[in-house]
């Protein structure tokens, strides 16, 4: 995958796949795989179904959960991670939003299509504001580290919208 093109097919197993690259079906996909309702080998057959248009062969299944892992994260291939999740993009759907508009100078909602990588880079874009105060402290708290005096009160007021509510 090249970073500089926004990819809406996959090739695996030798074979190109159209891809669903639209923000909205990634942020469903991310959902469906973090469902621990399910067995995790039931959430990457869904999250591969979701993602690849077309019948995958059984035998390409570890090749297209490799690729699409490396889509997720924007044609980085990452090594897993077993540290707790900094954000929860349906809890703080509502901060996000706000500030990719912010970021993307439009009503992100509002686009008929917006490849992942686009969403991606708007997001990278929050520097300042609510939700970047908000992830500031959650890493802070993830690392043990100390808050400072306006952050301890800042927690202290708004626990609900910092802390990650369990599913």
């Known amino acids: 995958m090249s970073s500089w093109r926004l990819p809406t ?4 197993g030798g074979k190109a796949y159209p891809i ?27 999250a591969l179904a979701l993602f690849y248009e077309g019948d995958l062969p059984h035998s390409d299944y570890p090749e297209a959960m490799q690729k699409l892992a490396d889509f997720l994260n924007c ?7 077993p540290a707790p999740p900094l954000l929860d993009w349906e809890q703080d759907a509502p901060l996000i939003a706000a500030d990719i508009n912010k970021a ?50 800042f927690y202290r007021k708004n626990k609900k919208l910092i802390d990650i509510q369990q599913q």
């Open 104 to 153: 993307a100078g439009c009503e992100v909602r509002a686009l008929p299509y917006l490849h992942w990588w686009t969403f991606m880079g708007a997001y990278m874009e929050i520097s300042e504001g609510l939700f970047h105060e908000i992830l500031q402290i959650r890493q802070k708290k993830m690392n043990g580290k100390k808050l400072e005096k306006w952050e301890l009160e």
């Open 75 to 81: 044609g980085q291939t990452l090594p897993r991670s």
């Open 20 to 46: 669903h690259s639209d923000y909205r079906d990634i942020l469903d996909i991310l959902h469906r795989l973090n469902d621990a309702s399910e067995p995790e080998f039931i959430r990457w057959r869904v």
């Open 9 to 12: 097919r996959l090739e695996v």
